[in-house]
């Protein structure tokens, strides 16, 4: 089925989630859905072309890199190009044997730089030293799907494991904000400015919000 990179669509259902899993084919990364969300950008976009154009809002990537919600772990792939290490966390056991399945993530588990934790971020986050990381990148699901990992608790330790000068990028989509007028990316970005991030800016062409920690870059 995974010969020289080309996959069909994949769908499994888990039993421990209650939910149904499908990688789909793209014209290049294949993407995510779960219990019909899709987990990628495919709209004027593909996965490769999302992750690539977050990776940029990040650059340069140097140092450490928390990776939050490893997915397929696209983004942890390409931050592991330049950082010195990624620590990229799952909490889905069946995310990670769709992540298997797919040549495009192989590097996931292949690359020494890449260390990944199969856990819930949202309770990680706390063992993780003060100023560990010089770049989070956190990608969450929909706030339907995790909430926890948009809660004000939640992005106070992202600050506190962010070193002084680090930047944060934040993917928010746009949930209901054509039809509800729900502003998730408004909500996110005046908590974050409340809980101390800096330069807190959105992006909407890729609907992720970028931020830093004041103080002199360590």
Not at 74 to 87: G, S
Not at 165 to 183: A, E, N, Q, S
Not at 200 to 206: G, P, S
Request: aromatic residues 8%.
């Amino acid at each position: 089925m995974l010969q020289d990179k080309q996959i069909h669509k994949i769908s499994r259902f888990s039993e421990a989630t209650q939910r149904l899993y499908t990688l789909r084919p793209t014209a290049t990364w294949p993407a995510l859905e779960i219990s019909g969300i899709l987990m990628h950008r495919i709209k004027g976009t593909d996965p490769k072309s999302d992750a690539e154009a977050k990776i940029a809002l990040l650059s340069p990537v140097r140092g450490a890199v928390l990776d939050t919600c490893c997915g397929l772990g696209y983004t942890a792939i390409l931050e592991a190009k330049t950082a010195d290490f990624v620590t990229t966390i799952e909490k889905d056991q069946t995310v990670l044997e769709f992540a298997r399945l797919n040549p495009f993530s192989k590097s996931l588990f292949e690359n020494p730089k890449i260390n990944l934790i199969h856990g819930d971020t949202s309770e990680l986050i706390c063992g993780f030293d003060d100023a560990a990381f010089n770049i989070i990148s956190h990608d969450p699901p929909t706030l339907s799907l995790a909430g926890e990992l948009y809660a004000d608790a939640f992005y106070e330790q992202l600050f506190r494991v962010l070193k002084p000068g680090g930047k944060l990028l934040h993917y928010t989509g746009t949930p209901g904000g054509r039809y509800r007028r729900v502003d998730i990316p408004g909500s996110v970005a005046r908590r974050l400015r409340l809980i101390g991030f800096a330069r807190v800016r959105k992006d909407d062409a890729i609907s992720c919000i970028t931020a830093i920690r004041p103080g002199r870059r360590i």
